[in-house]
């Protein structure tokens, strides 16, 4: 069984690759490589990046070790998100791809409604079984939602609101690769409710129609991170 996962990881993991690295969201670079640096005195700023100088660029600037190794999802929502993009990877910078592992503990496990700015994502379901879903762009809002199994493939359009959630009675886990070599992500429970500094009760009370003290509850709430 952990054969067969294994090759299915692998199998995944290319053909992620190969389909998002010929529609990449980011430009396409024009040099073989952009290895990220952060001096600027020995490099060239280039999306976003300083560039290593290609004569002195190695094989470790491509190069990411440990996602086979399963992370603790002990949190209040129950997931733990190990990225793999251009802060992990230098060698990414310019490419337009990068890389998650999630891992979901069991009974419910939760990747919050959450949204990359930069990035449409396709996640592969490895272990366990997912209810995930995106939510449309107003006014429809409408709900596209499945449960996934081992095996399974599900692409979250860039920009919309979508999550993933145990409803197994084992650990999860899921990879996804992302259009861009630095997605961005906005996990919209505590950006609103968690926000640095926090955003006026008043405009939360109103927005979501909810008391004032249940507003400022909510506020205390959101000081745990999953990635």
């Not at 640096?37 to 470790?60: H, L, R, S, Y």
Request: charged fraction near 15%; charge should be neutral; include cysteine.
């Amino acid at each position: 069984m952990k054969g067969h996962c294994s090759f299915l990881a692998v199998f995944a993991l290319l053909a992620l690759a190969s389909i998002l690295g010929t529609s990449a969201y980011d430009p396409s670079p024009l040099q073989d490589t952009c290895v990220a640096i952060n001096d600027p005195k020995t490099g060239i700023f280039v999306n976003g990046k300083f560039c290593k100088d290609p004569k002195f660029v190695t094989a470790d600037d491509f190069f990411f070790s440990g996602l086979n190794i399963p992370r603790d999802p002990s949190n209040p929502v129950g997931s733990v998100v190990t990225p793999v993009n251009v802060d992990q990877i230098p060698g990414l910078n310019t490419m337009g791809i990068s890389l998650v592992r999630i891992d979901y503990a069991p009974y419910a496990g939760l990747n919050p409604p959450h949204t990359h700015p930069r990035a449409t994502e396709i996640l592969v379901v490895l272990e366990g079984t997912l209810y995930v879903g995106f939510v449309t762009s107003n006014p429809d809002n409408r709900l596209v939602s499945k449960v996934l199994y081992p095996g399974d493939v599900f692409v979250f359009p860039i920009g919309l609101i979508h999550f993933q959630q145990n409803v197994g009675k084992t650990n999860a886990v899921a990879f996804a690769s992302l259009s861009s070599q630095n997605p961005g992500v906005i996990t919209i429970p505590k950006a609103v409710f968690g926000s640095n500094p926090p955003i006026n009760p008043d405009v939360l009370t109103r927005a979501f129609q909810l008391d004032n003290n249940v507003v400022k509850y909510l506020q205390s709430r959101f000081g745990w991170k999953n990635n």
